[in-house]
Every structure is written in C-alpha cells, then in structure tokens.
C-alpha cells in the first residue's frame, strides 16, 4: 500500500468515525476525489474487515450504500482504557489495599480462563491452543504458535504436521495489557494460571516482555503422568 493510499483510507475511516456514516458521494464531495476512485478504498476496506455497507431504498431504482465503521475498524483508533485500568487498580489499592485487589485480579482471570475453556472445547493439545492462538488474536495479541521437539527445537512444519504434536510455543509478539502489567505484573502469573487451566495442560513461561524481552513465549505440553 503506498502512503497516498494509506493516507486515503485513514481519512475515510476518520471521516466514518466522526460522522458515524457516509455515502461514497459524500466521501468524494468531501474528500475531493472522483467517485471511482472512493469506491475502490470502500472496497478494500470492506475486505479488510473494517467497513461495513447496507443498502438504503429511497424510492424506485438502485438503492444507495450506507458505509459504517464496524467493530474491528473502531478499534484502529488510538483506546487509553488500559490507562484508565491502572488508574482505576490504584484507586482500589488504596481504597481496599494490595491483598484485597489481588483477590479481585485473581477471579477476573479465573472467569476469563472458564469463558476460554468453554469457547476451546474438546480435541487434542493441537486443536486447542490453535484455538487459543485465534482468541489471542482476536483480543488484540499478535499471537503465533509451532510445535516443538523434546528437547525444545523448532520442528520443521514442512516435516511435521503441527495439527498433531504435544508440545508447542505459543508466542505473543505484544501485550493488549501491557500497562497494567508493568504496574501490576501479578497479572501474568494469573495468565499462566489461566492458559493452563484453559488448555487443561501444562504450561511454562519461556520469555516475558516485562523483562524487557521483545515477545512473551509458552511452552505447552501434556500434563505429567
């Protein structure tokens, strides 16, 4: 994408968040490009995941496209909730003191590592931390996983089938928390807790972001006998 294009689309979506919805006429009129070339960046952005249209009748002939920003386009804006998290964690240390608050994170990833089981479901070790993976993803983590060999190697997905191993690195390039860990780093103890409990499996940190590594990394493996 050239930064003409980005710069475009930037502006369709600023445009959508500030008036909620548009047509590709108005978008022309105001963004001072011919129609043609607004529907083009309408289209990919629809392919992106990060429009959505509907179609308006006003009467006999084709009817006229509505475009909005869908969920995954609003989250492109910059969001300080978790700065908001942190500060609302202060106020309640201060109000009801460390122990209490630990308490409180500790059942928020209790409830969170249910709602994953219950999302995951039954299949092998595989097919449930590729649906981990994908719930990562979807919460805003740059999440990736491949399997690994005893002795804790890459093994070559080319060789193997990564659908079918027991033990596997699950990576995690960003943290959607990361503010409130650096203040908070209990909270990746209840992780952990959290994707074991998910997994139902066990699992061990390998790298950690808040030591100033640039991933967060898992090894995941069959509970012991």
Same mark, same amino acid.
């Given at each position: ?72 386009? =609003? ?129 061990? =940190? ?20």
């Amino acid at each position: 994408m050239t930064t003409a294009q980005h710069s475009t689309k930037q502006d369709i979506l600023n445009f959508l968040l500030k008036h909620g919805q548009t047509t590709a006429q108005e978008l022309a009129e105001s963004l001072e490009i011919s129609p043609q070339a607004i529907r083009r960046h309408l289209k990919d952005l629809e392919a992106e995941g990060l429009i959505l249209h509907e179609a308006v009748h006003t009467g006999v002939g084709r009817p006229n496209y509505v475009y909005v920003l869908s969920k995954q386009g =609003r989250e492109q804006f910059p969001s300080r909730h978790d700065e908001f998290a942190v500060s609302l964690l202060d106020t309640l240390t201060e109000t009801v003191g460390v122990e209490q608050v630990g308490s409180i994170l500790r059942k928020q990833w209790e409830r969170k590592a249910l709602e994953y089981r219950d999302r995951i479901g039954l299949g092998t070790l595989a097919e449930r931390v590729a649906k981990l993976v994908d719930l990562r993803r979807q919460e805003g983590y740059m999440a990736e996983y491949y399997p690994v060999s005893a002795e804790g190697t890459p093994i070559d997905t080319g060789k193997a089938n990564p659908k079918t191993g027991d033990r596997f690195i699950l990576t995690e390039y960003n943290c959607a928390i990361s503010h409130i860990a650096e203040s908070y780093p209990s909270v990746c103890g209840h992780e952990l807790e959290m994707f074991l409990v998910a997994l139902d499996c066990q699992v061990e =940190r390998t790298h950690w972001l808040v030591n100033g590594e640039h991933r967060c990394g898992y090894l995941i493996q069959p509970k012991h006998p």
